[in-house]
């Protein structure tokens, strides 16, 4: 018999991280109270998952057992006076006793939850030693007559004693047992943990199956919708330009103008990826490159962020004012910009005259070009990428915020190899760029290079996103 | 099983709604809400908007319309459906798409009309002004093109059904009517009109039927025409048709023209027999008029009809079913980016239940602990509960004492075990010092088991908490102070007097922790030397003991004097800014200088907090004033330094700015003050050490706010801890 909605208790010695892992599976910060100590969560909270807008598992959040060695003691007591060998019954009694009212409470609020539920989560904390007591709540958890799955949680701490509680619990019978860690998040880890108690629920087998594809897809459509957000930044970046005429004054202004509408850009570009992974702005932190209520610290155009990616600024590169520009300065003849092939330029010419051939009026004009430079371009791309990875992978449990620690995951073309030949072909066509208030909206073609640059930015997302745990 | 639920407020916590009300305009109404067949409007009005939100680069923010999908509830396609009919450019995007019908009417309609013409146009020019008609000639002339594209049209359907939207008439058609509906209307609504109608049509099933439907239309009507111009032209004139051949024969010829005449036939069509099939051969001008003509016209039309306008009139009217059927059965792509990034908006992951079973309030009051009686006269008892075997060995060394080891336990029978023993006991312990770790979360299971061993043993209790080091690297500071704090209300709750909770790090132990535990046991260690920071650290107790608020800065200086003297005594080196010159004009540069690099050492990570900032700043300048008064012993308040006291450390906290004017120092508080002079004692103590070791090594010591001490209670409390730490940090930096 299969039921319409799946009801699961998520129980465990206090203070091991149950709230947390709710927050993450819930996708919400908000979620209960989470603090360091015994006894924070003394209520029983609910939340029901939904898939496609269709409540099917309902999630409830219980105090953490606290004193499971007394209660034992209390259990065992009474059965030996009345010599009953259910325990299923026995519990019962215990619920229906006035001490479950008084010294008990919180174990009763939490067997009684246990009881209306059809599985339990147990939550560990893989850094505690196993103790007598987690045998204790073991026990009393089997003689509910429900089925539990063991979820690990901080297993990516350096403390984690993960193959002793396997050992552990296998010994106990347990073998389906669920990795997690709510401030480090797996891809897979959230997963694994509805397949495991998917491999336990017969009843509810195809409603936990719908739940896992939908994660599945949702996982998917989130990777490449941020792969179709940078994708954006970095076609309007590149194909972006601003003329001036060489006088200086004019020049520095448009460099500082050009500066600021790419700095804008980026906000927003990463504005969107927060919102879209359902994160607000003061969630984001990070060590080496701070991101700060939601701003990246470092400035786009110093020299430091690029060193923290370990981008080389490029032979030409302009200090001061034009750092992190790329400056074409038609100089006595033919140049047609840095880093055009004369090919693809021809190229360009012939289908495209009336837009080029304004360039080029321009420039025997003595008119100059200003850009954001390939490095510029890298370090958009490289900083989105990162970005990217962390929200894919981070839990909403972490108190702590973010720490975008490693330039070196994000791909090594970006940093060190050719640009992607679409960013060359953006240069070419200024009109693609929606920061220029004069471009025209149609242009089918950009959006063909759009889907193509995000197809390999998504590439880039997937082979970055590997799984940390197995099992 | 339903007990236990109080009613649930199915309230979406995740996104709650702004209040658009009061600050918008009311919404526009929707457009009207359609039913059944016009789903596959609003699916192209919601591709519609995509397009428009993608070209635009940003969402179309619009919490009313937003909220309503969310409300209307459903999957995630019917609420962007849902979405999209309550957006206020709906309407205008209605518009624009009713305007590319239209254009694509109007190019259909005249493409009709050509084709229709070109039929009539054809038929004429087949037949031609001469009397002889060369059946097979026309034929072939007429079928021929609408054949060889019927057969076109089926290969490309079943081998690569994409190239149809490349090369087919119908392709064609509705690339026209895009451009004149391009050239009839700008804007961003028919920019998004026309993107959309290319995502929807020019794809899928939908759009190959469309142009197939389309091709086959026109087809069917150039047929029309010809089989019209046909009709017209053997009405009104005479022909009389024959066939010719030069390579092939009669054999040929008469089994062909029977075998395609056979479908006409059926139809009603009046054929040409054997013997008049082969009258009709070509014999040469001006031969005998031919026979039946009326036959050879019914084949004539027979074969257009059935081999030209009957398979596309056949197919036309497949297409249109499938059209039918294809609309109704398109469904929105969820996948695609732009529809994702709704997701957050539309599709909460969870909604709460709210809270099911409540918080009764706080816990039962602990039962009151009976009184420890000091009756005891045995060794004092040890007893490990929950922490792993310490690294220093167990029972842990503390010189002379005996103890009675109970083990480390954990379980219950154990516990039982011990309690026995200890109620069992001939000669009680004095004390039990039970040992627990830092690292464990203090709850009311230990806290149970603490009361049972004071009430049933009637022994006095001592706590002491170990494993500092393991929770340290797991937490930060703040968690670790919170944490010490639950133990120390723990013990409180269990009776245990607030001075026999101690923190030793029995992983970590040195003779300074070794001297705690000593204490703790009522044995003072003989051989423990007190070393120069000890009584720096007691000095700085007694000191918070006489100070009643916060400390001003005469009394901290007083005592950071004291503090310098301890180490005077013992002749260690003084650090390079307190080597003074003793010229008092000078004092006041002395004084900066002091301050900023006191400041200067302190780690980065430090300097960030303002708190500890200021607190660093004045152990500087503290500092060497207090250097100042033992050079030349004057009274500490009757220096005039005080007003470049603040000047100092205000220069040293920002040192971009030149200080204007008198500055007053910056007041510390109890835990600020005594930071300031535990640094000033730690300062002294690492003397000879390297500017870049000694920064080091406050980074690992230091927390990351200075503590904020109540009382002198707490002040020691901090110290001792502060004096472990520094103890274990300091055999790591040997000068």
Known sequence: MSEAVLRVAVVGHTNTGKTSLLRTLTRDPDFGQVANAAGTTRHVEGVKLLIDGEALIELYDTPGLEDSMGLLD??????????????LAQIQRFLDSPVASEEFEQEAKVLRQVLACH??????????????????????????????????????????????????????????????????????????????????????????????????????????????????LLLDVAAYRLVVPLASEEAEQAMATLKHTVREREQRCVDELLALHRFRAGDVVSQSFPIEEGRWGLDLFS???????????????????????????????????????????????????????????????????????????????????????????????????????????????????????????????????????????????????????????GATLAGGLDTDHGG | MDFCYTSAAMVDRRLTPLDPMSASPSPPPPTPVPQGSHEFADRLLAESIRCLEESQGAMLDEPDAERQ???????????LLHRARHLRVSADLQRALGQLRWASLIILVLAGTLA???????????????????????????????????????????????????????????????RLDRWLHQGQAAWAATRASVAVFGGGALGRWLLSAITHGLWALFLGGCLLMLVAVLAFRQYSFYWETTILSEQSYVPLTRGLAWLPERLGFSTPGVEQIRASRWEGAG????????????????????????????????????????????????????????????????????????????????????????????????????????????????????????????????FRRVLTALSAASEPPRLLVVICSLATTPDRGIRNQLLRLGRETTVPLALVLTEGQRLRVRERHAEMDQRIHHWRALGSEVGIDDTRVVTVDLDHLTPASQAVLARL????????????????????????????????????????????????????HWPGFLQLSGDPRRLGAELQDGARQMAALLPGRLRQDPRWLATGAMTGALGCIAAATLLTPVA???????????????????????????????ALDLGEAVASAALFAMLLELQGLEEQAITEFLDRLLPAEPPRLEDAGAVAHWLDALRQRFDALRLEYRP
């Open chain 1, 74 to 87: 209390l259990l065992e007591e009474n059965q030996q006076e009345r010599r009953f060998r259910d325990w």
């Open chain 1, 119 to 232: 599985a339990v989560l147990y939550v560990i904390d893989a850094r505690d030693r196993i103790l007598g007591k987690h045998r204790d709540e073991l026990e009393i958890l089997a003689r509910c007559a429900r089925p539990v799955v063991p979820v690990l949680n901080f297993v990516a701490s350096p403390e984690a004693l993960t193959r002793e509680w396997r050992e552990h619990l296998s010994r106990a019978a347990m073998h389906a047992v669920a990795e997690f860690d709510t401030v480090v998040v797996a891809e897979t880890g959230e997963l694994r943990l509805f397949e495991k108690l998917k491999s336990l629920l017969d009843p509810f087998d195809g409603l936990l199956s719908r739940l896992i594809e939908d994660l599945k897809r949702r996982r998917e459509n989130l990777r490449l919708a941020s792969a179709d957000l940078i994708a954006d």
């Open chain 1, 303 to 457: 020299p430091t962020s690029l060193q923290t990616f370990g981008i080389r600024a490029g032979s030409g590169a302009a200090a001061g004012a034009a750092a992190g520009l790329a400056v074409d300065v038609l100089s006595a003849g033919i140049s047609l910009g840095v880093g055009t092939a004369t090919g693809a330029a021809l190229g360009a010419l012939f289908s495209t005259a009336r837009q080029h051939g304004r360039r080029i009026a321009d420039r025997l004009r003595g008119f100059s070009e200003l850009r954001a430079s390939d490095a510029t371009l890298r370090l958009l791309a490289l900083r989105q990428i990162a970005l990217s990875r962390a929200l894919i992978r981070r839990g909403h449990a972490a108190q702590e915020q973010i720490r975008l620690n490693a330039p070196t995951e994000a791909g090594q073309d970006w940093i060190r190899g050719r640009l992607p030949p679409v960013l060359g072909q953006a240069k070419l066509n200024p009109h693609w760029s929606r920061l220029d208030p004069a471009s025209r909206e149609d242009a089918t073609d950009r959006q063909a290079a759009r889907d193509q640059l995000a197809a390999l930015l």
């Open chain 2, 69 to 79: 999908a969310r409300e209307a509830g459903g999957s995630f396609e019917q609420r």
């Open chain 2, 116 to 178: 229709f013409a070109a039929g009539l146009t054809a038929g004429s020019t087949a037949l031609g002004s001469d009397e002889d008609a060369n059946v097979y000639w026309i034929l072939g002339s007429l079928l021929s093109l609408p054949i060889l594209t019927l057969l076109l049209w089926l290969v490309l359907w079943w081998l690569r059904p994409s190239a149809l939207h490349s090369l087919t008439l119908g392709s064609a058609v509705l690339a026209l009517a895009r």
């Open chain 2, 287 to 414: 031969q005998a008029p031919r026979l039946a003509p009326g036959a050879w016209s019914g084949f004539l039309l027979g074969s257009l009809v059935v081999y030209g306008l009957l398979p596309r009139l056949l197919l036309l009217a497949l297409s249109l079913f499938m059209i039918h059927r294809e609309s109704r059965r398109y469904r929105l792509d969820p996948g695609l980016p732009g529809f994702e990034r709704l997701r957050p908006r539309l599709l909460p992951v969870a909604t709460s239940l709210g809270v099911v079973d409540p918080d009764p309030g706080p816990n039962p009051l602990p039962p009151t602990p009976a009184p420890q009686s000091d009756v005891g006269t045995g060794p004092p008892a040890l007893l490990g509960l929950e922490i792993a075997p310490p690294s220093c060995g167990w029972p842990p060394p503390a010189q002379d004492i005996a103890w009675w080891d109970l083990g480390i336990i954990n379980t219950r029978e154990d």
């Open chain 2, 521 to 572: 046991i009522g044995t003072e260690s003989s051989r423990a030397v007190a070393s120069a920071l000890d009584e720096a650290f007691a000095l700085i107790v007694t000191h918070a003991r006489r100070w009643s608020v916060n400390p001003g800065s005469a009394e901290q200086a007083e005592l950071q004097q004291q503090i310098l003297q301890c180490y005077r005594a013992r002749q260690r």
């Open chain 2, 636 to 666: 500490i308040s009757g220096l005039p330094l005080w007003a470049g006291l603040g000047a100092a450390v205000a220069f040293a906290m920002n040192p971009g700015q030149k200080p204007t004017g008198a500055l007053e120092a910056p």
